[in-house]
């Protein structure tokens, strides 16, 4: 199985200290909304964003989109090989089961997410995708088995043609959710290994794709259970 997280996201709804700030209550009155229960997007937020710590990198639920679309839509997920999970700067914990239907459309996107931090869980019947508060990136990687693996374009330059059929068991590969910057969790302690696939900056959905095809073309499958 491989498990894919991307970590430290920038995905949160707007906080409270900018709340007032007149780009974030024009973005809410036009959707109808409170101000509070609406994402952050630095697209749409730019200006109060300087107001808060880290906000030239905060805002961005833009590059979660692209990632679940491309986790979800692989075909080792189809195969049903692939656990998807969204950490966030809040330690907020997404799941996604491996048959969510992720709207292609990013504003119908938004609207799902929020409804997601307002409920606890999508739909409300048979949910495809649960929020858990207060989890952070260590509580995340003990509940998988295996190797992990940061991605990290200053981690040590590795093959993954090479590197994932040495692989004994489970991988869980770790890709931040940010634009730039460095990871805030210590992903070198938490992870046996920080890895780099290329002299240049990646996109995190580029890294996603990356190990998803190698580790479906090159991953051992497991070996068969004992009677
Ligand atoms: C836009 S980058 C963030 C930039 C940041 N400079 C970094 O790599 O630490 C988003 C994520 O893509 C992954 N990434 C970017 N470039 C990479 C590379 N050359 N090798 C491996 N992973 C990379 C990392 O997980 C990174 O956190």
């Given at each position: 199985m491989l498990t894919l997280v991307l970590a430290d996201?920038?995905?949160?709804?707007?906080?409270?200290?900018?709340?007032?700030h007149p780009a974030i209550r024009t973005s809410a009155r036009k959707r109808g909304r409170?101000?509070?229960?609406i994402l952050l997007d630095s697209s749409l937020h730019h200006p109060a964003?300087?107001?808060?710590?880290?906000?030239?990198?905060?805002?961005?639920?833009d590059l979660v989109h692209g990632f679940v679309l491309i986790c979800l839509d692989s075909i080792v997920n189809q195969e049903g090989r692939l656990t998807t999970i969204v950490h966030t700067r809040h330690d907020d914990v997404l799941r996604f089961a491996p048959q969510t239907r992720i709207p292609r459309n990013y504003t119908r996107f938004v609207g799902l997410i929020e409804e997601l931090f307002a409920?606890?869980?999508?739909?409300?019947?048979?949910?495809?995708i649960t929020l858990e508060r207060g989890v952070d990136l260590k509580a995340v990687l003990a509940s998988y088995e295996g190797r992990s693996w940061a991605f990290a374009e200053g981690g040590a330059a590795t093959d993954l043609r090479t590197a994932i059929p040495r692989l004994k068991g489970e991988l869980t590969a770790v890709i931040g959710?940010?634009?730039?910057?460095?990871?805030?969790?210590?992903v070198a302690d938490l992870c046996d290994r920080v890895v780099s696939l290329h002299a240049n900056p990646l996109k995190a959905w580029t890294v996603a794709a990356e190990v998803l095809v190698a580790y479906r073309l090159f991953a051992k499958p497991p070996s068969p259970t004992k009677a």
């Open positions: 996201s920038e995905l949160e709804l707007v906080p409270p200290s900018i709340a007032g409170s101000p509070t229960s964003l300087k107001g808060v710590p880290e906000g030239e990198r905060r805002g961005r639920p409920k606890g869980r999508v739909p409300d019947d048979d949910p495809l959710g940010f634009p730039h910057g460095t990871f805030r969790s210590p």
